[in-house]
């Protein structure tokens, strides 16, 4: 079974920084696809970056501001996440998709942007 280990969130002002890593218990090349989600309460889960064998894709709302990315030497994702709006205020949950089309969870990462 794959482990999805996060780390990074927090509390931090409009306007501020954060950056969230998510190590998996395998090889992070060898899923077809790795990202980032995220939920708020009474609303469902929604794609915020991934990285597949397609290339990189984020969801509108967060374009320009994240930035998805991978590191072999760390073997871990990482989601930048600049100019936070309150609107940005959501659980983040790391995704990773095997080559069997199974699909894995972190623990999730309380992320609150509020002044």
């Known amino acids: 079974q794959v482990q999805l280990v996060e780390s990074g969130g927090g509390l931090v002002q409009p306007g501020g920084s954060l950056r969230l890593s998510c190590v998996p218990s395998g090889n992070i090349f060898s899923f077809t696809a790795v990202g980032w989600y995220r939920q708020t309460p009474g609303k469902q889960r929604e794609l915020v970056a991934s990285?597949?064998?397609?290339?990189?894709n984020y969801a509108n709302p967060v374009k320009g501001r994240f930035t998805i990315s991978t590191d072999k030497g760390t073997n871990a994702v990482y989601l930048l996440m600049t100019s936070l709006k309150p609107e940005d205020t959501a659980v983040y949950y790391c995704?990773?998709?095997?080559?069997?089309?199974?699909?894995?969870w972190g623990q999730g990462t309380q992320v609150t942007v509020s002044s």
């Open positions: 995704y990773a998709r095997n080559r069997y089309f199974s699909d894995f």
């Open positions: 990285i597949t064998n397609s290339g990189i």
